[in-house]
């Protein structure tokens, strides 16, 4: 079973180097303020709806803490509210310095390629798809089905794309716009790596044979091929879709010998 865990590890770091390679493109350009506010509103977007539904699951779940619900699992879940709210915090305050107006969630931006991201997921589990996105109200029945385990795991593997945005960022240029860009986004980089590193735990007791783990695999290189289209959006489409394609076939083939 190692050889099939090293095997998703590798994939999902040729994504993220892809990823990486997005988001480089964009800065290899001076950008102006009005492209970096485009930018960071779509990616604003992102770190606050991942509030609401971690609200919803911790209020469904409290009254199970111990009886059926670890109290590990549950202090897990509140660590990672208190994560994704202060990665919001973060850019809508780093988007108020940038514009110099005051920025509400109202003026935060979903994307169409992010709102296929949240279809292609679906195609996997609908309801941990919307779970996510805080467009159906948590129950316990849903938040702790056992059928998904495995669709599950490799959606969450995905989410943050190993933290590429965030290594990229976190090193660019200290002057300027991108300095509190640099600065803003290290710290969440910090936080969004422990997020991957927790997928990638909870695949190694589900992926038990090769059906297991082409299964995994197949999920990872749909949603991550979208996550390239969704990045690619978000900047301006520095890349055109052959690039894109390119990339995506490389990440693809890192799992061969």
């Not at 997005?22 to 950008?31: E, I, S």
Request: a positive charge.
């Amino acid at each position: 079973m190692k050889h099939f865990i090293r095997q998703i590890t590798r994939l999902a770091s040729a994504y993220r180097a892809a990823e990486e390679e997005v988001a480089r493109a964009f800065f290899k350009k001076r950008r102006t303020k009005m492209e970096h506010l485009r930018w960071l509103k779509a990616q604003g977007f992102k770190e606050y709806s991942a509030i609401k539904p971690i609200i919803d699951a911790l209020t469904v779940l409290y009254p199970d803490v111990d009886r059926g619900i670890p109290r590990r699992d549950y202090a897990e879940l509140t660590e990672k509210l208190a994560d994704e709210t202060k990665h919001a915090r973060l850019v809508m305050d780093l988007l108020q310095e940038i514009s110099g107006a005051e920025i509400t969630p109202h003026d935060l931006t979903w994307l169409p390629e992010d709102r296929k991201l949240a279809i292609v997921r679906a195609k996997y589990s609908k309801s941990f798809a919307r779970l996510l996105h805080g467009s159906v109200d948590a129950d316990s029945n849903e938040i702790g089905r056992k059928d998904e385990q495995l669709e599950r795991a490799a959606i969450t593997l995905t989410e943050g794309g190993g933290g590429a945005l965030y290594r990229v960022c976190s090193r660019l240029n200290k002057r300027g716009i991108e300095g509190r860009i640099a600065r803003a986004f290290h710290e969440i980089l910090r936080d969004e790596v422990e997020h991957k590193d927790s997928g990638a735990r909870s695949l190694v007791p589900l992926i038990k044979n090769d059906a297991s783990y082409r299964r995994a695999a197949a999920i990872i290189c749909e949603i991550s091929a979208q996550r390239l289209r969704m990045r690619n959006e978000q900047f301006g489409f520095p890349l055109n879709q052959d690039d894109l394609a390119n990339l995506d076939r490389r990440a693809r083939n890192a799992t061969n010998p």
